[in-house]
Each structure stands twice: as C-alpha cells, then as structure tokens.
C-alpha cells in the first residue's frame, strides 16, 4: 500500500523567506515524484517533479529528493504572498512499462505572511 | 493550448439521481485519470485508462460508480445512484506516456453536491 505523508500545517513564513516542505513516501520502488499547487476552490497545478536523488530548481522552487530515506521535500525562496497555498506531494510507481496512478498526501497549508 | 476541459462545473443533485460528469483530456494525450477530492480523504484516484483502456478501477468505491472512455477525446464517469456521501470534487487529469515520467495535468473539476 503506497502512503504519501505530509505536515497538514499550517505552516506560516514570512514575506522574503524561505517556505520548506517536506514529504515521506512508503513504497520504495516509487519512481517519479510531483509537487503540485492547490489553490483553495481551483484544481491541482503541477509546479515540480523530480526522479533521480539530489535537488531540482526551477525559479524560486527546488525540489530535493532522497530515495534512501524516501524523503522528498520543496524549498520556496523569497516566499511571496501569492504563494500562500496547499501544496501536495504525489508519487508514482513508473517502472517503464506504462504510467500509474499518483498518490497524494493530504498537503500542507502554506500561509506567507507580508 | 487548451488544458483538460471537464462538465460540468457544479452540479446539485438529489439522492438516487444519475450523475454523468464529463472530461476531455488534452489533445494528443494517451493517459486519462479520474480523482475524487474530499476534505477527510484528500485527493484519490478512482480509475485510470490508457488508449481509451481501461487499466486500473481498483479505486472506484462502488458498483454505483462507473466510466467510460469511447474515444480519445472524451471520457465519462457515472454515479448511479447518487448518495449523499458522494459529494466531493472530482478530477480529470491526463499525462503523455512518452514524456518525462508520467506529468499529469488537472482539470478544472466538477463540485458533486448530493442532496
């Protein structure tokens, strides 16, 4: 059974700082892993996704990833008010021989304080 | 490019009515996912296909719950009958297998209110 865990929050920072998000995932032979924006009464809006060990950035998002700990984790720099949002963490089993489902966590509340 | 367009927006309805809910994927995707969105349960998958097959309905609650998928461009998943505890927000969302590992794409949802 493939579980997605996640802080519920919320999690407040301030305007300018760096907002971490963390993520652990039970099945060790999950492959891809997305983070996606929620937006309350709007639709998942995938920001990052990772698949090898070590980080990712793109813009003010870096996503970091550690199979061994089945650890991953977002990092937002220089948090905006527009930030403010749930933000889910999604694994997917993809061996290669065709896509899967994503299992969600619960998300956490993000709250970026001006 | 148009995203994943899904029908309707919201819908209320009355215990043991039929629902029928709508999604076209984006053009050219082979992968199309439906997920249901509760409060107490989060975002789950309910069933997804590949080239209009279905592969996994293992997530589908019930035997009142149904989907289809005669094209490529258009999907539909049914409750019937509706109950209550069916209210929740459901997504479509579709990816593009040859792509970096399986990014999937949501729709707007549709709002399922059971009366």
């Known amino acids: 059974q493939k579980e997605v865990e996640q802080n519920s929050g919320p999690l407040s920072v301030p305007e300018g700082a760096i907002a971490s998000l963390n993520c652990t995932y039970s099945d060790r032979v999950s492959q891809s892993f997305f983070w996606y924006r929620q937006y309350s009464g709007k639709s998942p809006e995938l920001i990052m996704s990772i698949y090898s060990n070590g980080d990712k950035e793109d813009g003010r998002f870096t996503a970091q990833l550690n199979k061994a700990s089945q650890y991953v984790s977002l990092l937002i720099r220089d948090s905006q008010p527009s930030d403010s949002a749930t933000y889910l963490c999604?694994?997917?089993?993809?061996?290669?021989?065709?896509?899967?489902?994503?299992?969600f966590g619960k998300g956490t509340h993000l709250i970026i304080q001006p | 490019d148009a995203g994943v367009i899904q029908s309707p927006r919201h819908e209320v309805t009355e215990m043991g009515q039929e629902v029928t809910l709508r999604c076209k994927p984006i053009?050219?995707?082979?992968?199309l996912f439906w997920y249901r969105q509760t409060m107490m349960r989060g975002l789950e998958l309910l069933i997804y296909?590949?080239?209009?097959?279905?592969?996994?309905d293992s997530g589908m609650p019930e035997d009142r719950f149904s989907a289809k998928m005669p094209n490529a461009s258009f999907s539909t998943l049914k409750i019937q009958p509706s109950e209550p505890r069916d209210s929740a927000v459901y997504f479509c969302a579709s990816s593009l297998e040859r792509t970096s590992y399986n990014e999937q794409f949501f729709g707007p949802g549709t709002r399922l209110t059971v009366l």
């Open positions: 999604a694994v997917n089993l993809y061996s290669g021989g065709g896509a899967d489902g994503l299992t």
């Open positions: 053009s050219g995707h082979d992968y």
């Open positions: 296909f590949n080239n209009n097959v279905p592969i996994d």
